[in-house]
């Protein structure tokens, strides 16, 4: 199943910057091996700001839910989860 995920990152100015750093780094590592596993298929970068827009590959609803929880920025997040469905006049299939 596939779902747009967008996570909007507010790391209080108050948190020790070395502290925020290694979540960074962490959070860094954990969606490249995501990216690697095809479970976090696509990363946008939004302009400007410290948010991005995703596209998850995963079985549902439960499987999203854990992989977002685990993240390491998630307690700082703000996010918006839309499910998808390809559009019957779409031209390549998606999951290949």
Request: hydrophobic share 45%; proline share 5%; charged share 20%.
């Amino acid at each position: 199943m596939l779902f747009m995920v967008q996570m909007q990152v507010n790391i209080p100015a108050t948190l020790d910057k070395a502290v925020a750093d290694q979540l960074k780094k962490d959070e860094k590592e954990m969606s490249q091996k995501l990216q690697r596993e095809g479970k976090w298929r696509d990363l946008w970068r939004v302009v400007g700001q410290y948010a991005n827009v995703s596209i998850f590959n995963v079985s549902g609803n439960d499987e999203l839910h854990n992989i977002l929880s685990a993240l390491p920025l998630y307690p700082f997040m703000t996010i918006s989860v839309t499910p998808l469905t390809q559009h019957p006049s779409a031209i390549a299939q998606i999951g290949g």
